[in-house]
């Protein structure tokens, strides 16, 4: 295993309004995930709802849902939880608000190691 960690900012105080949306800049995989597993770190403040979701690339043009993240989650001071990936060159992420009556504030990071 390697001793090295990397960390990206995938979002940073992201204001989202109710049912609103945002997608981080793509990623270019092999530049920081050599093994197909990270973690991610959702901070989000205000009353909405949110999800994060994985997009990836093979092609690093058109980017298809790997997974979702985070699903359902509400005002917290910070939650991490590990993922794995499949192969791609390139990989973004999206947040949506989806409680529909309030806003949100989004933070989320990646990890590798």
């Given at each position: 295993m390697?001793?090295?960690?990397?960390?990206?900012?995938m979002f940073e105080d992201e204001v989202l309004?109710?049912?609103?949306t945002a997608e981080s800049a793509a990623i270019q995989v092999n530049s920081i995930r050599p093994l197909g597993n990270?973690?991610?770190?959702?901070?989000?403040?205000?009353?909405?709802?949110?999800?994060?979701?994985l997009y990836t690339s093979i092609n690093g043009d058109d980017f298809v849902l790997y997974e979702t993240l985070?699903?359902?989650?509400t005002a917290t001071a910070g939650k991490i939880e590990g993922?794995?990936?499949?192969?791609?060159?390139?990989?973004?992420?999206?947040?949506?608000?989806?409680?529909?009556?309030?806003?949100?504030?989004?933070?989320?990071w990646i990890g590798v190691q």
């Open positions: 390697s001793q090295y960690a990397y960390s990206q900012t309004a109710a049912g609103g990270f973690a991610s770190q959702l901070k989000i403040t205000g009353s909405g709802t949110v999800k994060a979701e985070w699903e359902d989650e993922h794995s990936v499949a192969v791609c060159l390139k990989f973004k992420v999206k947040i949506t608000e989806t409680g529909g009556a309030n806003g949100a504030t989004v933070s989320l």
